[in-house]
């Protein structure tokens, strides 16, 4: 509860900080794969408390899109740049990386690690933790919504980091992602 006279804080780096000590934490006590099963459930349940959504047409998905107004785009600010492509701008979770490096260093080698189990054992494309939470859930929220009577398909073609790292699909699964009807493509486009 707010005191009367006192605002409500919007950027706490001791929120930001902790989530990613926590984080840390579970990977200490429950190794990569048991982190990585934690973050993909967290991502699955967050997702499905989102509203269905249903459009009539692909270019009010798109509007929803860029407006906000979508769970794929509530969280995040997104651009259109093609037809079929969604790219998000600004990494949501940049601030609370932010913060965590400029106070405590580089992030501990568990966020990496939990990343590259992901890729190894889900699909390509996280760079660290938040893609895992991200992605994963991009992919749930993905699944309640529809256009024109047609589920919506997600595929995430590419990734980059606020420092430059990046990750893609693999040569070999682009022509598959890119020829499906719908698809979703986001990446992170350097800051």
Known sequence: MVREGKKLVDNNPVVDVAAFLFLEDIADKQGEAGMNNYLMSLAASLAKTMPEEEYDTWEEFQEAMKNGESSLSVFED?????????????????????????RIGELAPQHYNVAEYYNNTIKPGA???????HQTFRKF????????????????????????????????????LLEKRRVVEYFHPPV
Not at 86 to 102: A, D, L, N, S
Not at 127 to 133: E, G, K, N, Q
Request: proline share 6%; hydrophobic share 30%.
């Open 141 to 176: 929220a993905t699944e309640r919504i529809k256009v024109g009577g047609m589920s919506i398909r997600y595929a995430q073609i590419s990734n980059m980091s606020v420092d430059g790292r990046h990750k893609r699909a693999p040569e070999e699964w682009l022509p598959i």
């Open 78 to 102: 997104i651009i259109n740049p093609t037809s079929y492509c969604f790219v998000t701008q600004i990494c949501p979770y940049e601030r609370g990386i932010t913060e965590y490096r400029r």
């Open 127 to 133: 760079l660290d933790t938040c893609c895992v939470i």
